[in-house]
């Protein structure tokens, strides 16, 4: 009898040969009336199946991925210079009180140190003081706990925020994480460098108020 017209026998699956492309539900196949073609270089099965971003950077559970320490530490330089200017009152009184001191020595050997600038060092360093305080509590507690960004912060597109909602944490919040700092300090400054490899790359005053920075810039 002839095997003519008869169907071929069925072949083995073999899951190591390629399957063609399947475009998702809704989508007309591969040569019917409008089918698009994925754009060049896009993955035409959707996301990343992996689930992870690019360049294995850890992305945040909101889209953005935590901000690099030479990012945070540029913000910080930023910001200590702007304090440092905000602090000039301070350190022009300084100067010219240790340019007027008058050190002198009696018979008996004893040292006297006398200033002949009168009191307008002494203002001009309280008032340094002053400035430099209030620049601070906006600039590193309200305007960084309203909005997430310092003006460091702002400059090189970071942002502050809680590590759950991913939104500002508020100036209060704000204001203990730079008291908290003081954790970081110690030992050797090693909560500092923590961001280097830690995973969300927090400091210890981070991990204890679960607050994040991430890669935001300031729209």
């Not at 083995?12 to 698009?36: C, F, I, L, N, S």
């Not at 754009?39 to 992996?50: L, M």
């Not at 919040?173 to 300090?185: E, G, K, N, T, W």
Request: glycine share 12%.
């Amino acid at each position: 009898m002839s095997d003519y017209g008869a169907p071929p026998p069925e072949q083995p699956d073999r899951p190591w040969e390629p399957k063609p492309y399947q475009p998702p539900a809704g989508q007309p196949a591969y040569g019917q009336p409008g089918y698009v073609p994925p754009a060049q270089g896009q993955n035409p099965y959707g996301q990343n199946p992996y689930g992870q971003s690019p360049y294995g950077q850890s992305p945040s559970p909101y889209g953005q991925s935590y901000a690099h320490w030479i990012s945070r530490v540029g913000a910080y330089v930023i910001d200590a210079l702007l304090g440092s200017v905000a602090a000039l009152p301070l350190w022009i009184g300084y100067g010219i009180l240790v340019a007027s001191l008058d050190t002198t020595t009696a018979a008996d050997g004893t040292v006297t140190t006398t200033s002949s600038a009168g009191g307008g060092p002494l203002v001009l360093i309280l008032v340094g003081v002053v400035t430099s305080l209030a620049f601070w509590i906006w600039n590193s507690c309200l305007r960084a706990g309203r909005t997430g960004y310092s003006i460091g912060k702002g400059v090189v597109g970071i942002r502050l925020v809680s590590a759950s909602s991913g939104l500002p944490i508020g100036a209060g919040m704000a204001f203990l994480r730079q008291i908290l700092h003081v954790v970081d300090s110690l030992p050797c400054y090693l909560g500092y460098l923590w961001p280097l490899w830690d995973a969300k790359r927090q400091t210890f005053a981070d991990k204890i108020l679960s607050t994040v920075v991430i890669d935001q810039p300031k729209g």
